[in-house]
């Protein structure tokens, strides 16, 4: 069955739909479109030109290209951009999976129509608008560099978020290779520097544990209510924080039962946690800062110990936070007493916050949860790529967070 006057070919598996569940796909080689309804009523001509209507908006208007989909970031990037309704994937690379389909690496995404997985010398790129790069660090630089200078691109490595190279040499064990592009990157913070954000077009995405920690500290470092001097940090991530790839130190007997600290005094984030703060300041802040893996597969908390500044109390420092976030989508300030957990932000783009007095007089105990897949990662870098591409920065994100 055809309607030839749209040049679409409507199929029907089961012979018949009641609601119009449509899927669009391009098939490349013969450049024909392919639209695909299921269900079990009967076929009428009223459905049938309501598909005719569909059809034509089902096209995606922004072709995007994802750079190393067999992680994990790059796993949740294509299951956020799935629903998006105005991002598509044209492109997908993986060096290892070269030539395999997703659901061959992901079978929780097996249902899904995506283009096969292609190493990066083979990827076109003349069929893509943006890029998200979930590569490994040291990497990306060079990619990067070599992409198309009409791509927006998303960086979710490390290699672009600090500003100094020589800090970035020193932390990563390894010169920057693209030091042109250093200076053009934008460290992509969302509720912080989305009017930066909007005209780049190189985002450094940030890190799980700097973004679970500067959300609450930089309106309190702004707004002079904390010292700058004695913050300690400790943060708990799930397993997934450390990669797919194969270590012992991540197999489940050595993760289960057990908390593993690790990187301590000389986590890679500790660069990116201190520029961060230290720009909110307009002075150099250091920090004590202790990372822990957790027997979970994906979460993030941070507790945070701060001194305030002199006559400043508790009050003032949920005060802060709650006009801070007020209008933001993303960033909740919970009622005063309630808890944080990770388990109420799993799979959602969403950071939950709450401030709490200290035992010590002067002091405030700040509690920042995330899931560090999505806002610590992948959500937060489609949040990016929304306000880039002028579109809305929760599109493609309303995703509730899974319980239980």
């Not at 970031?73 to 389909?101: C, D, Q, S, V, W």
């Not at 937060?380 to 579109?391: E, K, P, V």
């Amino acid at each position: 069955m055809s309607a030839a006057s749209i040049n679409y070919t409507i199929c029907f598996d089961r012979g018949c739909f009641t609601k119009y569940e449509l899927k669009y796909s391009k098939v490349k080689k013969l450049n024909q479109k392919k639209l695909t309804m299921r269900g079990s009523a009967a076929v009428t001509p009223r459905s049938l030109e309501i598909a005719k209507i569909a059809a034509p908006n089902l096209q995606k208007q922004v072709r995007i290209g994802v750079l190393g989909a067999s992680g994990y970031t790059g796993a949740e990037i294509i299951r956020l951009l799935l629903n998006h309704p105005y991002f598509g994937i044209t492109t997908m690379t993986a060096e290892r999976k070269a030539g395999e389909y997703i659901g061959s690496v992901f079978p929780h995404l097996i249902t899904q129509d995506l283009p096969k997985m292609v190493a990066i010398k083979d990827a076109d790129f003349s069929d893509v608008d943006a890029v998200f790069c979930c590569l490994p660090h040291g990497t990306t630089q060079d990619i990067i560099r070599d992409l198309p200078k009409s791509l927006k691109i998303v960086d979710l490595s490390a290699d672009f978020r600090l500003r100094n190279i020589s800090e970035y040499e020193e932390w990563y064990g390894q010169p920057h290779r693209a030091p042109e592009l250093q200076q053009e990157a934008v460290y992509g913070l969302t509720e912080i520097s989305r009017d930066e954000i909007k005209n780049a077009r190189l985002v450094a995405n940030p890190g799980c544990y700097p973004t679970s920690i500067q959300l609450p500290l930089v309106p309190l470092i702004k707004a002079n209510l904390i010292e700058f001097k004695n913050i300690i940090i400790d943060s708990k991530s799930g397993v997934s924080g450390a990669g797919r790839a194969a270590k012992e130190a991540n197999l489940y007997t050595e993760i289960a039962e057990g908390i593993h600290s690790y990187g301590i005094t000389r986590h890679r984030h500790v660069p990116e946690i201190e520029q961060g703060l230290s720009d909110a300041a307009d002075s150099e802040i250091t920090v004590s800062f202790t990372p822990h893996l957790m027997p979970m597969s994906r979460g993030m908390q941070s507790t945070i110990y701060v001194e305030m500044a002199p006559g400043v109390a508790v009050e003032d420092l949920y005060h802060q936070l709650k006009i801070s976030y007020e209008d933001e989508e993303f960033v909740e300030v919970l009622k005063k007493g309630v808890v944080p957990h990770t388990r109420n932000v799993r799979g959602s783009n969403y950071c939950l916050m709450n401030v709490f007095p200290d035992r010590i007089s002067g002091r405030a105990i700040i509690i920042s949860v995330i899931d560090n897949l999505v806002k610590g990662a992948s959500g937060q870098a489609l949040q990016n790529l929304n306000i880039m591409m002028g579109f809305s920065e929760n599109t493609g994100l309303h995703y509730q967070p899974l319980f239980p």
